[in-house]
């Protein structure tokens, strides 16, 4: 089995930071096979890409609405994926999932494993 374990939401005010980890862990799942997303989803919206990269991390990929603000990266050492938010805005609160997946892109339909969710609230 494949565990997602995230870590590192809360409340933060508008303009602050917060940095989310995403574990990952699965006797036969080998981390840097596969492309790493995080995705967030707000009240009444639907789940919507927020940043991916590649399986050793030479390619990254950013939705237009966290792009120069959004850091991620990946420790394939350590089984960890990271985002690093800064400048955060009031529509930046979301759940905030990390997934895998076999295919590059922004779908989630190609990430196969999916995070518990982690709650990200910042406050204008």
């Known amino acids: 089995q494949v565990q997602l374990v995230e870590s590192g939401g809360g409340l933060v005010q508008a303009g602050g930071s917060l940095r989310l980890s995403c574990a990952a862990s699965?006797?036969?799942?080998?981390?840097?096979?596969?492309?790493m997303g995080w995705f967030r989803q707000a009240p009444g919206k639907e789940r919507e890409f927020a940043a991916a990269i590649s399986q050793s991390g030479s390619m990254i990929y950013y939705a237009d609405s966290v792009k120069g603000r959004f850091t991620i990266s990946r420790d394939n050492a350590k089984n960890t994926l990271y985002l690093q938010m800064n400048s955060l805005k009031p529509e930046d609160t979301a759940v905030y999932y990390c997934?895998?997946?076999?295919?590059?892109?922004?779908?989630?339909?190609?990430?196969?494993?999916w995070g518990q969710g982690t709650q990200v609230t910042v406050s204008s």
């Open positions: 997934a895998a997946g076999r295919r590059w892109g922004s779908l989630a339909q190609y990430y196969d494993y």
């Open positions: 699965g006797r036969t799942f080998i981390f840097g096979s596969y492309v």
